[in-house]
T-cell receptor, first 113, second 111 residues
């Protein structure tokens, strides 16, 4: 009963370092999403994917890249981390139909020093 | 574009009090509406949903009715518990569009 699994759960980086956040879902969902959550800012969509091999920009895509090589995985990359990217990152997935909800992972807490 | 407005709180209630968290929306067409709950240190969990006008979603004592005439989806619970302390998000999804979330409402229930 895994649902959406995010790896790692916590990470501390130095400015300029790179890293990849992994999201995996076992529900055969077509759509996958990456959000960031900051105090007072709610959830902001970074990138999303509507199927294997496709990606699209969300509300705040700058400084991030994504890939969806397999249907069950959605990777979020930071090429050169900046302190402004300190945040909690959530991955979510859903079916394509409008009446279907998103399912969220437990988040990755990322600090950039 | 589509949007969701909800009271930001924080809302502080005593145990067994009645809860209402207001949510109104703006959307083209007929969106599906959702309430999510986020407990400290966790991701968002679906609490309930409604997919057409006059539908009532319910779960764990929480209820919300899809009111198309007032474009609202207010969350209610008759008697809150300390364990209901969390952040509650109202959200919508319109056809062919991404999910749109409200800013969240923090609820604190005191014993």
């Amino acid at each position: 009963n895994a649902g959406v699994t995010q790896t790692p759960k916590f990470r501390v980086l130095k400015t300029g370092q790179s890293m990849t956040l992994l999201c995996a879902q076992d529900m055969n969902h077509e759509y996958m999403y990456w959000y960031r959550q900051d105090p007072g800012m709610g959830l902001r969509l970074i990138h999303y994917s509507v199927g294997e091999g496709t990606t699209a920009k969300g509300e705040v895509p700058d400084g991030y890249n994504v890939s969806r090589l397999k249907k069950q995985n959605f990777l979020l990359g930071l090429e050169s981390a900046a302190p402004s990217q300190t945040s909690v990152y959530f991955c979510a997935s859903s079916y394509g139909q409008t009446n279907q909800p998103q399912h969220f992972g437990d988040g990755t807490r990322l600090s950039i020093l | 574009g589509d949007s969701v407005t909800q009271m930001e709180g924080p809302v502080t209630l005593s145990e067994e009090a009645f809860l209402t968290i207001n949510c109104t929306y703006t959307a083209t067409g007929y969106p599906s509406l959702f309430w999510y709950v986020q407990y400290p240190g966790e991701g968002l969990q679906l609490l309930l949903k409604a997919t057409k006008a006059d539908d009532k979603g319910s779960n764990k004592g929480f209820e919300a009715t899809y009111r198309k005439e007032t474009t609202s989806f207010h969350l209610e619970k008759g008697s809150v518990q300390v364990s209901d302390s969390a952040v509650y998000f109202c959200a919508l999804r319109a056809y062919g569009q991404n999910f749109v979330f409200g800013p969240g409402t923090r609820l604190s229930v005191l014993p």
